[in-house]
């Protein structure tokens, strides 16, 4: 059997440490050379397969590929495109085929979250459906951490550690202000849907700080959390509220919304912080102060979570070796044995059942009060912060890698997306 | 000369930093137990002082007086409290004084910025104008940086490598979005009146980074600023811009303001970063993204400057250094002796030169566009955000000390703030 070409590319929201499964994916390639001939990146995801601008990653240099490893954000761009059915664009799945064709790839490498997940299974299909052979194999990520199977989404655990550290260090800060100036300190994370992240700040309530937090699984009560705002005032002097940008009122409205939408067509969200720091101003007249952490978050790669980025690493490796075993339609994911000790392993789930499935906090995982975690809660978290894995740093800044991203030849016409 | 004892304050916002300060005096206090029997704190500042409410740092075990050096905020709390001057409320003096003498104070040290630098000047003139025998040493802190004559001040190091590596990251991470998504990134830094932590950010640009810089320094002048984003997503796919919460317009208004002021009378900023955004949006349409790091930049212990916590722990140690040689009214500086390498050296500056003065951004730091930082501003900046001094981790979380801050027994009836 010749070696034939893979296809790798990045899509929705980056991660600190996508990149990371991005070198174990070329890394573990270049090991099977006999058998992957090289790996072409699609700039900008998918829509680099459909308007055939492929990158040529055998001409970056093993010191690049493996800088990727602590470099966060997508080194070849990604994108927010979700591909229709077959039969609602059927156009875009020729032109894949006829990209996979003129360039001889036999792998698809999708690297992203559950909409992502959704267009690497049309993909698996396309062998059977449209008669060209090609091995889809989905690859995880997902600050949300909301992908099914899988014990945690790689991107998660970094982000998790940041919100967690975030949290306590603020907390500290408006401890020591808290008996002349500010009182109540408002953290806005990620997380439309799942409150994962919002999770990850409950966290620092095991360091004695007295903190709140929102999730979007729980309907927002101004009544009583304004009262539980004003016990942990008067016991501690302060607190601490960490509110999902995804936290909503009982009628589904969001906090706070800014009105637009992404290109998936979800609700563009951020500033729920400013909200609900005045809605506590306006009740106690409590001095605030609040932080939206966006895009800080989850490109931290400066705070990473060590086992996160092992995990990244690792899930790109496997997804190539699956696909050098003959499998088609699955997505690698991480089987957890042990929590304390953290042992975990790489296992496998049908993309059938991943496609589409959004994953939520389970109620166990949220106290009664609706304002923090159980301990089931924390004894899966703490394993995914645990370890750090810092990045080297040049000048007093990390080092990250810029690729050079060549294109390859083109070799077909032009195509309107 | 028996031993007397020392206070010891943190006054005004807290750094990531001032805690290595404190484990500077108390430890310096500690190898001379000959001349200084004890370091009094101030819980919550001077208001400690004023209230007798004195905390026993004899009482700390070594191993958590060395743990400050890790640890962000104020161990012992801060306030917010200006002292008047001695003729507008000579109660507040004598109250002082009646302490000093009750717990045997012969040596005052305070912690903080151009406001408590003016409190350390008054208790240093207390000598001479009240009869009592006390030596005022201040140790510089602020974000800010805008404490004059000191090269720069200890916490704005720190503020400045977790900002530039903030901007860098988030950069990275739109970047990578821009083809279909997000163009734009705000990120709204703290300076309510220099703009020393915006130009942090700037430096981003040495890494290719298209980034616009909005100084408090640089009036605001909508139509300018909106060509200059759209020159740079023109040409980069997408542009960052880090603005200071005190950018404002030639009428003086701030872009954003909370309406709310603290207990000095400044206004309490916090916003101007969803207003740029929205600008550009209604402009251009471009998709954005916004955060404000507020109290996590000032609190982010985990992204230390290296040179940031030497210094911090230098000046600490140089106040007790200084007070046992007799000094009085005096505030430890840093001198830059070199750029590169990076050499610098203790010097001291009078009081009275210090306090109420603001350092602003030099002309020629900011570059002629108004957008930007000079090669001169770089050569600053770049020493001071050199070097990394993690906090040591444990469970996936930096390991922060809250010290049990024993009381004093107290000597002297109440007193009314």
Not at 306 to 325: H, I, M, N, P, T
């Amino acid at each position: 059997m010749s070696a034939q070409n893979a296809f790798y590319a990045q899509s929705g929201g980056v991660t600190a440490v996508i990149n990371a499964s991005a070198c174990g994916v070329i890394e573990t390639a270049r090991q099977h050379s006999d058998r992957i001939a090289n790996v072409y990146a699609g700039r900008n995801g998918i829509i680099g397969a459909l308007t055939e601008d492929l990158i040529d990653t055998n001409q970056e240099s093993a010191e690049n590929i493996a800088a990727l490893r602590h470099t966060p954000s997508g080194a070849f761009g990604s994108c927010r495109y979700k591909l229709k059915s077959l039969e609602a664009n059927q156009r875009e799945y020729e032109r894949l085929i006829e990209v996979f064709k003129a360039h001889d790839i036999g792998y698809f490498f999708y690297n992203g979250g559950g909409d992502s997940a959704d267009t690497c299974y049309k993909v698996s299909q396309l062998s059977e459906k449209m008669g060209y052979p090609v091995q889809a194999i989905h690859v995880p990520k997902t600050v949300d951490n909301d992908l099914p199977i899988t014990d945690n989404c790689p991107g998660f655990g970094s982000v998790a550690k940041y919100i967690a550290t975030s949290t306590l260090e603020a907390s500290f800060d408006v401890r020591s202000m808290s008996a002349t100036s500010t009182k109540l300190f408002v953290l806005e994370v990620m997380g439309r849907h799942a409150g994962w992240i919002a999770a990850a700040g409950a966290l620092v309530e095991d360091q004695g700080i007295p903190v709140i937090t929102l999730f979007p699984e729980v309907e927002f009560d101004q009544e009583k959390f304004l009262a539980a705002v004003r016990a942990k005032v008067e016991r501690h002097g302060y607190c601490t509220v960490c509110v999902s940008e995804g936290c909503h009122w009982p009628d589904g409205r969001f906090l706070a919304e800014q009105g637009t939408r992404d290109a998936f067509g979800h609700a563009q969200l951020g500033g729920a912080a400013p909200v609900v720091a005045n809605m506590v101003k306006e009740a106690f007249g409590y001095k605030f102060h609040w932080a939206v952490a966006d895009y800080l978050q989850r490109a931290a790669r400066h705070l990473a979570s060590k086992s996160d980025v092992e995990q990244a690493y690792a899930l790109g490796k496997a997804a190539v070796e699956f696909a050098l075993d003959g499998q088609n339609a699955i997505m690698p994911t991480v089987v957890r044995k042990s929590s304390a000790p953290y042992v975990w392993e790489i296992g496998k789930a049908p993309l059938a059942e991943v496609a589409n499935v959004e994953k939520f906090m389970p109620k166990d995982f949220i106290s009664e009060d609706g304002y923090g975690i159980t301990d089931k809660c924390r004894e899966y978290l703490y394993p995914l912060i645990s370890g750090e894995d810092y990045p080297p740093f040049e000048n007093g800044l990390p080092k990250y890698v810029t690729l050079n991203n060549a294109g390859v030849a083109r070799k077909l016409g032009p195509f309107e997306l």
